[in-house]
């Protein structure tokens, strides 16, 4: 399927940001870091503002703050006063040093004046400042924020070290209620765990008495260390190449066995998750979780009479949209339009190995645009959008709900706590679909409210 | 409200402590940007300079100011951004700047067009691309015209994107222009709304003549219809008599803006992204300007009584005050309700480079006290007037985009003559004179230009506010702190504000934010926290 869009050069409501954004995402998953952008000043402000109005959370992400001059002559000076100013207020363990657009392309050597600056003020050292390349003319916010995983690994995991028998965890782009979840699933295994990154309270925080400008919470680096010693890795992420696969590279640098998973959405996918956690670990699947497996099962069964058949687009990260269409071919639900905001031939591939049952394959698009998944939507038909917040125009002008799920979601509030991982995560997704497709057939019918 | 000289003394510590607590470098630059009032002696605050690299503030770039700001309203336009990805995505929808379709039937808000440059396209060079992105734009959107705002790394490269524009014009027969408004220009999203001004000026303004004219003919420039704050107004004007030529640019029309200099009076909202606007179109058309302010149903009634003086038609008066009267005795009720819950609570407002300003008359009509205001990104002559501004005039950092020298247009018959304009200057208060901020403001107040989060916090724990208004970067850092938050941007998808209903709707608001039963519950019962006793040094400088 061609839409009209599909030849053009020019990009009509993107459907992916660009590669910083992921890198302070990530980067926001570390104990006590801070991030700051190598670019204008604006950089920063726009992504603390976009990650702020999802998390609904402080965000402070520093800049470099480069001028007309600096353009021109080169940012060293600017990017060695940030670093100092930064570490004077904020006093912070890690700071990711990110580039953007601007610094790429007039080519500042990041690493040499991090260098450079580390001999003027030793004192720095105590630090750890990692540089990311982080060009936003390719790529999306997704291998911002996987670089920056890598990153921080080479620094802190490159070595062997004794076997300490914990399990490493890298979740990739998922809710802090998911990492949450994660941390009580491996709780109940009664393994050790280390969740690299983990932003489950730093972008979803309390209100307490005192305020902290670098919240509390987040992968210490004494814990990132020890992900060289752990007993094996799974990282959800099978989308990537492997050079933004931490666990590849934990593997590669330290002998820590890994295993890519499938994000752990839907009922199959769960099953591949608690397998490997229960042969890895040679501990019994949790009777906690056997129940929740019973029940999603139960709650599969009783909604697939409301969803079968009904055409769906579904758009948003690599991995995230994997992971949604193999749980809606399971309840019966038909993707028609798969959309990623990366590259990828292995995400075609895979989707179109999750859709191989299906009588009309679903348009797959990469890199892409809400001007091609609303054609692409159009076309096929669909009944319900799910992804951001910003596919609500499409929403709007085809008539047809949208489930917000994914990032950015702007328009409502709550999405730090939407659970989507795990058995129960799944159970909590597939009420969210089945009740917005019966809700709007209620309303489409007018017949409001009857029993089920 | 003024406070005592003892009171006003412990500000002045409190100042001193703020700045002595930092690095001295920085410490040295951040005293000359908080100033309390009836501390110095001179009433002067540094502005509009560079922001410190590393330290975390609220400012934008310049393509923030231009595209997001003022470009970005105009409904009938497509704003197609050349540079990656992120710009164009950051800042699609990011304002809550509303727009009903023009007279075209076209609005294109909802879109985000970008040329979405790619590795190979800053390798060697993106003009190709930007000019088939034009095409298809006209292809699929077909909007009246099409503005390009160019992001960092197109300066770099050295796109000349002007030159694109001309083409594209010339081939696709609607009106192309382009702004340079990349993000590392000028010091913050300021120099944003200069260069848009600019391009306004050189591309789009005077290039259309308006169908009829009336001799009560007005533009509104500097008001951006965020949560509607336009719709407020406009009707009002629209019911005693004016006949509204263009928006600038909220709810803007590009048509609209090409006639503006038909009109007999510019109404000027925000003074400090539209303020070169009004200056080129006085140097070009003679055409005057009245600062204006619709933030409060004094100042609203002020702003109409003005308006009227300056047309200085008896109906027109009448009216004025007959509208006046109508819409108080409406509000009445529910005004005295809110000012007896609002009286005495302390605000803080941090906001923009005008907002801070026009909120204050707001909160003093409730009862409300100011203890401290500032602006993100304002010049010194909105915080001390534009008798500044021959002081200011090039002050090297803030004039990174020259300002435009026009003549008198030749054949251009302004409405007024320069004699009737300065008549009626010495007549009216507001008459192309801005007197700024500080000077409406009490003695003691704390005033603060370009605010970080480190001197919020103080601000906080050490001026006790009852709310603090100001945008998202700071909001929820001030409710993790316990004090109640309006954002003043956005509105916290509330509004409008402006006029005689919105200033009701603000009186509730921030009755909602002071009286909210949330934040009671901090402490929980097995342990009394004591949030006493805490200095700049204190709890939470103990994690800087």
């Known amino acids: 399927m061609k839409s009209s869009a599909s030849s053009h050069v020019s990009t009509t409501n993107p459907c992916r940001m660009c590669r910083p954004m992921g890198a302070c995402l990530a980067f926001r998953g570390i104990a006590n870091s801070m991030v700051l952008l190598h670019g204008s000043q604006g950089c920063s402000t726009y992504m603390r503002r976009y990650i702020s109005s999802h998390f609904n959370e402080p965000v402070d992400i520093a800049s470099s703050s480069l001028s007309e001059k600096s353009a021109v002559y080169g940012g060293a000076a600017n990017l060695k006063q940030g670093i100092r100013n930064v570490v004077a207020r904020y006093s912070p363990s890690v700071l990711g040093v990110v580039t953007t657009c601007l610094t790429e392309t007039i080519g500042d050597d990041v690493r040499q004046i991090i260098a450079a600056l580390l001999v003027e003020e030793p004192s720095l050292r105590e630090v750890l400042i990692v540089p990311v390349s982080a060009p936003s003319y390719s790529g999306s916010h997704m291998d911002g924020f996987h670089d920056s995983c890598v990153a921080i690994l080479e620094r802190l995991a490159s070595r062997p070290i004794p076997n300490n028998g914990a399990i490493n965890i890298f979740p990739g782009f998922i809710s802090p209620a998911d990492i949450r979840h994660l941390g009580r699933i491996l709780a109940d295994f009664q393994t050790p765990a280390i969740i690299l990154p983990d932003f489950s309270q730093t972008l979803d925080g309390g209100i307490s008495d005192v305020y902290r400008r670098i919240p509390v919470g987040g992968t210490s680096l004494e814990q990132i260390g020890q992900m060289a010693g752990a007993a094996f890795s799974i990282e959800f992420n099978v989308t990537s190449p492997e050079r933004q696969s931490s666990s590849a590279l934990l593997e590669s640098l330290a002998d820590v066995s890994g295993e890519r998973l499938p994000l752990p959405i839907g009922l199959r996918n769960c099953d591949f998750f608690f397998q490997a956690l229960s042969d890895m670990t040679l501990t019994p699947v949790p009777a906690r979780y056997k129940e929740e497996r019973a029940r999603l099962l139960d709650a599969m069964v009783d909604a697939h009479k409301y969803l079968f058949g009904k055409k769906v687009a579904v758009y948003g990260d690599a991995d995230m949209v994997l992971a949604l269409t193999g749980f809606m071919v399971d309840v019966g639900l038909v993707p028609v339009v798969c959309a990623s905001s990366g590259d990828g031939a292995e995400f075609t591939r895979r989707i179109s ?82 009740n917005t ?9 007018g017949n409001g409210y009857s029993y089920m | 409200m003024s406070e005592t000289k003892q009171e006003i003394a412990e500000l002045c510590r409190l100042r001193d402590e703020i700045v002595e607590s930092y690095p001295e470098k920085v410490g040295r630059n951040r005293k000359r940007h908080l100033l309390v009032k009836g501390c110095d002696a001179q009433p002067a605050i540094d502005a509009n300079s560079r922001t410190l690299p590393g330290i975390i503030t609220t400012r934008g770039c310049a393509f923030a100011g231009c595209k997001g700001v003022v470009l970005g309203p105009i409904k009938d336009i497509v704003n197609l951004v050349h540079g990656p990805v992120g710009c164009s995505y950051y800042s699609w929808l ?10 075209s039937g076209k609005n294109f808000l909802q879109y985000c067009a970008t040329t979405d440059m790619q590795e190979s396209d800053i390798v060697f060079g993106g003009e190709k691309k930007l000019m088939q992105a034009l095409r298809e734009v006209k292809e699929t959107l077909d909007p009246e015209a099409i503005a390009i705002s160019a992001t960092c790394p197109v300066g770099l490269i050295g796109d000349d994107i002007a030159s694109v524009a001309r083409d594209a014009e010339a081939e696709l027969g609607i009106k192309v222009f382009a702004a340079n408004c990349e993000g590392y220009k000028g010091v913050s999203q300021s120099v944003g709304h200069h260069i848009a001004c600019n391009t306004l000026m050189e591309n789009v303004v005077g290039t259309e003549a308006p169908d009829k004219t009336t001799d009560f003919d007005l533009n509104i420039f500097g008001e951006y219809n965020i949560g509607g704050d336009l719709w407020n107004i406009r009707p009002l004007l629209e019911r005693i008599g004016y006949n509204v030529i263009s928006t600038y640019t909220g709810d803007a029309s590009i048509h609209d803006i090409a006639r503006a200099p038909a009109a007999k009076l510019t109404l000027l909202m925000c003074h400090r992204s539209i303020n070169y606007a009004t200056q080129m179109f006085w140097d070009k058309y003679r055409l005057p300007w009245l600062k204006v302010n619709y933030i409060g149903f004094e100042q609203t009634a002020q702003s109409l009584r003005e308006i009227a003086a300056f047309f200085g038609d008896d109906g027109l008066a009448a009216r004025t005050e007959q509208v006046i009267a109508t819409e108080m005795e409406r509000i009445q009720p529910e005004l005295e309700h809110y000012r007896r819950r609002l009286t005495g609570k302390r605000i803080i407002l941090f906001v923009g480079g005008s907002r801070a300003h026009h909120f204050q008359h707001l909160c003093e009509e409730l009862g409300m006290e ?38 008198l247009e030749a054949g251009f018959k302004p409405r007024l ?9 010495a007549e009216l208060e507001h008459l192309m004179k801005y007197e700024g901020m500080i000077g409406d403001m009490s003695q003691g107040a704390f005033i603060v230009d370009d605010l970080n989060h480190y001197e919020t916090g103080i601000a906080i724990r050490r ?33 409008p504000y402006t006029g005689f209903e919105g200033a009701i709707t603000f009186a509730r608001d921030i009755d909602m934010a002071v009286s909210t039963p949330t934040i009671r519950f901090m402490t929980p019962p097995w342990r009394q926290a004591d949030q006493d006793n805490e200095s700049v040094n204190g709890k939470e400088a103990a994690h800087a």
């Open chain 2, 370 to 407: 100011i203890i401290m205001a500032g602006y993100e990104f304002a010049h010194r002559d909105d915080y001390e007037g534009r008798q500044v501004l021959d002081e200011i005039k090039d002050s090297g950092l803030s004039k990174v985009v020259k300002d435009l020298q026009f003549e």
């Open chain 2, 463 to 495: 001026l006790k506010p009852d709310v603090f208004c100001s945008g998202i970067k700071d909001k929820y850092v001030v409710e993790k702190m316990g004090v109640p938050s309006r954002q003043l941007h956005s509105y916290d998808y509330s509004g």
């Open chain 2, 417 to 425: 003559s320069e004699a009737e304009v300065s008549a009626k200057q």
């Open chain 1, 353 to 434: 190995e999750a859709t191989a049952g299906l009588e009309t394959r679903p348009a797959v698009l990469t890199e892409t645009d809400f001007d091609r998944i609303g054609s692409g939507a159009t076309e096929a038909g669909a009944e319900l959008l799910v992804g951001s917040s910003k596919g609500n125009h499409i929403a709007r002008r085809l008539d047809i709900p949208l489930l917000r799920l994914g990032f950015p979601i702007h328009d409502r509030i709550g999405a730090q706590r939407l659970l989507h991982i795990g058995y129960q995560g799944t159970i909590n997704l597939l009420d969210r679909l089945t």
């Open chain 1, 437 to 445: 497709i019966i809700a709007q057939q209620q309303d489409e019918y």
């Open chain 2, 94 to 103: 990011t304002r809550r700047n509303f727009a009903r379709p023009s007279d």
